[in-house]
């Protein structure tokens, strides 16, 4: 695979996109939060991944982010499982807890 020589202008203003976009998506996530949305946190990663890679490309081209892409695939989706189950876990125990605590009070 032959390098890329890096366009400095191009690597300027697409860093100037990620870190306007960092900005902008870390008020989204703080407002997700103050919603109390449950389970956004690997959505949360899985967007914010994706938009760091596609802002590489002008920089690195589209091959070789091609293939990170499938690095944070292989490792994010294993990730993205265990949380999913975890969360719904946690909310089931909450559920059963809660029953179990309507019931003592109604006895």
């Given at each position: 695979?032959?390098?890329?020589?890096?366009?400095?202008?191009?690597?300027?203003?697409?860093?100037?996109?990620?870190?306007?976009?960092?900005?902008?998506?870390?008020?989204?996530?703080?407002?997700?939060?103050?919603?109390?949305m449950v389970g956004?946190?690997?959505?949360?990663?899985?967007?914010?991944?994706?938009?760091?890679?596609?802002?590489?490309?002008?920089?690195?081209?589209?091959?070789?982010?091609?293939?990170?892409?499938?690095?944070?695939?292989?490792?994010?989706?294993?990730?993205?499982?265990?949380?999913?189950?975890?969360?719904?876990?946690?909310?089931?125990?909450?559920?059963?807890?809660?029953?179990?605590?309507?019931?003592?009070?109604?006895?």
């Open positions: 695979m032959q390098q890329k020589d890096i366009f400095w202008l191009d690597f300027g203003w697409t860093l100037a996109a990620a870190l306007l976009f960092g900005i902008v998506f870390a008020f989204v996530v703080h407002w997700a939060s103050k919603r109390q956004q946190t690997a959505w949360a990663v899985v967007v914010g991944v994706v938009v760091t890679l596609l802002t590489m490309i002008p920089v690195f081209g589209l091959d070789q982010v091609a293939i990170m892409s499938c690095y944070f695939g292989a490792t994010g989706i294993p990730m993205i499982v265990e949380y999913i189950l975890r969360v719904q876990s946690e909310i089931q125990q909450d559920k059963e807890k809660a029953k179990g605590l309507a019931k003592d009070l109604l006895k």
